[in-house]
């Protein structure tokens, strides 16, 4: 109504200033006239007719522009050229997490991730201008305090009142992002797992030969052997020798294939023991006693220091002599002559911990992760400077295991020899009588 009388009121002004004719019209003029005036009062009423359509027509279309904006299933924002929300429908709020009247003014870098706001501020800098599109990705807080990942689709256009603005849609992609994080992952995975199959089978084949290897030496002697007392030439003496090389032989390979039974029987979880509560002293002295003759050959000194106040711990007397042979007799071939090899019997809770140290050829740092690992050799060539199947740090960490132990090696690098430090629980000793432990 309103708007009407204000049409009108436009129009008598208009009226007042048209000139009025100086003479009267004649009864055909006015009669023309009044025709005129029905005809465009006609047209008029049909033209607002039509305005009035086309208004019913704009209105329904704002209408489902409206409901669409409002209810698209993706976030739309429209925002100045200061970056400031001008306006945002109900999927944008809900992923930030924040009323949209509350959103309204606010500047959107504050949802944001503070990892990614500099560089949105950078994206709203460039490309400012009418027709420009662009598509960025950035991390978006919400109101939880989780940060989604979001796509920001966006053109800049005009608004009504001709001013440039961005038209952005956010689009939530943190699951299409976890699944190219998990692809990715899935991939590496693959990767790894083959290149560690590759690695395998490079190992076997390579542990393969030092076997060959290793079991033929020990053959060939007692073969070359054999041959030279056949034919009966040989004086006394030499004949001894040639006796105590065959039966150091023979006890080398009883060594060898007593390693790869007893690593067999611990990988297919048959190899248990008998423990009983025993002091380490004593079974450190035997081993001692045992390698003595091989560490006098080099001039290698043992030094020994026992605390002889520990008590007793559950173990298997013939598998830790096993342990303390194979780091020992290691040490002894790894060690120059007149070298040293210190061994230390000590409480430190909750373990009883025995350490052998020495000063021999050291371990490279590159080798260290793979101390214990089967099939490994820091010379792993068949021609290596020291015999053996690598074997023995494996059974050693096995055996230590099945302990309930544990073993480390440390060394500070090629010519600055080595560590090896067991540790045994202590609470292990409360058990009484035979125990038979097997591998998990």
């Known amino acids: ?28 003029e006015t009669q023309h006239l009044i025709d005129e005036l029905q005809l465009h009062q006609i047209e008029v009423e049909i033209q607002n007719e039509d305005l009035r359509s086309s208004q019913s027509q704009l209105e329904a279309l704002l209408s489902r522009y409206t ?23 109900l999927k944008g709020a809900e992923l930030i997490g924040i009323e949209r009247g509350r959103l309204i003014g606010r500047p959107f870098s504050l949802y944001v991730a503070e990892e990614d706001r500099s560089r949105f501020r950078t994206h709203l800098n460039k490309d400012f201008e009418m027709g420009a599109r662009k598509t960025d990705e950035f991390k978006l807080n919400s109101s939880g ?32 992002k976890r699944a190219e994080e998990a692809r990715e992952k899935l991939f590496a995975d693959g990767q790894k797992a083959r290149l560690e ?16 290897h290793e079991l033929r030496t020990p053959l060939n002697t007692i073969n070359g052997w054999a041959n030279l007392l056949r034919t009966g030439a040989l004086d006394p003496e030499t004949q001894e020798a040639a006796l105590e090389a065959m039966e150091r032989n023979v006890k080398a390979q009883e060594h060898l294939i007593d390693d790869l039974l007893d690593l067999s029987r611990i990988i297919t979880g048959k190899l248990c023991l008998k423990t009983r509560p025993l002091n380490p002293a004593g079974i450190i002295e035997a ?7 091989a560490a006098k050959a080099k001039g290698i000194q043992i030094q020994l220091d026992i605390d002889h106040s520990i008590e007793p711990v559950m173990v298997d007397p013939d598998r830790l002599q096993q342990v303390l042979w194979n780091l020992l007799s290691n040490a002894i071939k790894f060690t120059p002559e007149e070298g040293s090899i210190g061994i230390f019997l000590e409480r430190v809770d909750p373990s009883v ?4 140290k020495d000063n021999g050829i050291g371990i490279p740092s590159e080798f260290l992760p793979y101390l214990f690992d089967p099939f490994r050799q820091a010379d792993g060539s068949n021609t290596r400077s020291h015999g053996g199947l690598g074997l023995g740090l494996t059974l050693v960490r096995h055996l230590v295991e099945l302990h309930g132990g544990t073993v480390s090696g440390e060394s500070d690098g090629a010519e600055k020899g080595a560590t090896f430090i067991v540790r045994l629980p202590i609470r292990a000793a409360k058990r009484n009588g035979l125990e038979s432990v097997s591998p998990l």
């Open 1 to 28: 109504m309103e708007n009407k009388l204000t049409v009108r009121s436009r129009a008598e002004e208009k009226i007042k200033r048209t000139p009025v004719p100086s003479k009267p019209l004649s009864p055909q």
């Open 67 to 89: 409901d669409l904006y409002d209810f698209a299933p993706i976030g739309y924002c429209t925002l100045d050229k200061n970056g400031l929300v001008l306006e945002v429908n």
């Open 145 to 176: 305090g989780n940060p989604f990942d979001a796509r920001l689709e966006e053109s800049v256009g005009k608004d009504v009142d001709g001013r440039l603005v961005r038209r952005i849609a956010i689009i939530d992609i943190t699951r299409q």
């Open 197 to 212: 199959a590759e690695e395998a089978v490079r190992l076997k084949d390579e542990f393969l030969a030092i076997v060959s």
């Open 287 to 293: 081993a001692i006693e045992t390698l003595q003759p």
């Open 353 to 356: 911990q025995i350490r052998i």
